[in-house]
């Protein structure tokens, strides 16, 4: 595969473009030092950046998805998916579907 050949690219953000792999809220996220360089040589490839992050706490109320689209804006990601998603107990889920 060339690289002309790629589209897009979809990064994680805890523990890929920075921070410890842990929640960290946008206003304290620190990228690693050659996070700007790597985004920046994938753009100027014509590569679409796309940030990828399952956020929990947003559902906790600690951070919002607003927070987290105005970081990957100012990283220069093409877009962003943010998943705010609850941990919650798998097997009342699972019981809940069956009926139980």
């Known amino acids: 595969m060339r690289i002309q050949d790629i589209e897009a690219v ?3 953000r805890d523990g890929t473009i920075g921070g410890t792999g842990h929640f960290i809220h ?4 620190q990228p690693y030092s050659f996070t700007e360089e790597a985004l920046s040589l994938l753009r ?7 940030a990828l992050t399952n956020q ?3 559902s906790m109320g ?3 998805i607003e927070e987290f ?3 990957f804006k100012t990283f220069g990601f093409t ?3 943010i998943c705010p998603h609850r ?3 798998t097997k009342r889920y699972v019981d809940y579907f069956r009926g139980k």
């Open 87 to 89: 941990q919650f107990n």
């Open 10 to 12: 979809f990064i994680d």
């Open 26 to 29: 946008p206003s304290n996220f």
């Open 44 to 50: 100027e490839s014509g590569i679409n950046t796309i």
């Open 56 to 58: 929990h706490r947003i």
């Open 79 to 81: 877009d962003a998916f």
């Open 62 to 64: 600690q951070a919002s």
């Open 69 to 71: 689209q105005e970081e």
